[in-house]
């Protein structure tokens, strides 16, 4: 299998299918973010001692029937160094040193070629990693977003609720009204202050630069 790495600084990498959102860590909800995560042992601080200056929220990749079943780690180092991390599916949020509008704009690694489990099967072709800004510096993975829907609705209100309670809401409005929610393909919700057909109209123009 073929995966994308993005350099994230001091030697590590990851995987990109793996980012759900790219977020800056200045706002009290992502310092909630944070903390929650290390309550739950789920964070990894790669940014050697120097101010943090985006928080990585990850997922492993849906599994699609047509590739592999593998878990691939979520960081990965450079080379063989101390510095590697005990990886897993269980570490969610990454700390890191670089700014979010760096680490989306960094060009993306040369694949990592991994064996199927399924004896058949083909390497596969790289995956097109967008990321979008959703404003306030903050980005979300193209690949993992299911829906941009507006807040006012009942049934919204009851994902964005629902959400918070498992831990998985991520609030990106820096304080300002929430306009659009975001949906993502593994349950997190993530709140934006920027109009839903804005958001969408960034991920149209980056699909046709592309």
């Not at 299918?17 to 909800?29: E, F, G, K, Q, T």
């Not at 609720?161 to 990106?172: I, P």
């Amino acid at each position: 299998m073929h995966a994308q790495l993005i350099d994230i600084g001091f030697n590590y990498t990851i995987v990109a299918r793996d980012i759900i959102a790219i977020m800056s860590p200045d706002s009290a909800a992502i310092k909630r973010v944070i903390a929650d995560a290390r309550d739950r042992q789920q964070l990894n601080d790669t940014s050697e001692g120097r101010i943090v200056r985006s928080v990585i929220i990850t997922d492993p990749y849906p599994p699609v029937s047509d590739w592999t079943s593998f878990t691939s780690p979520t960081i990965t180092p450079f080379s063989r160094s101390p510095k590697a991390l005990s990886t897993g599916e269980e570490r969610k949020v990454i700390l890191s040193a670089i700014q979010p509008d760096t680490l989306s704009n960094r060009s993306v690694l040369k694949p990592l070629n991994r064996q199927s489990r399924l004896s058949s099967a083909e390497p596969l072709a790289v995956m097109d990693i967008k990321l979008i800004n959703i404003g306030f510096g903050n980005i979300v993975c193209a690949n993992r977003v299911v829906a941009i829907v507006s807040p006012e609705s009942a049934p919204i209100k009851r994902i964005i609720s629902d959400a918070r309670e498992r831990g998985q809401l991520v609030d990106a409005t820096y304080g300002r009204r929430t306009r659009a929610v975001i949906v993502t393909d593994v349950g997190h919700i993530i709140l934006s202050a920027i109009q839903p057909e804005t958001v969408a109209h960034r991920f149209v123009s980056q699909k046709e630069s592309s």
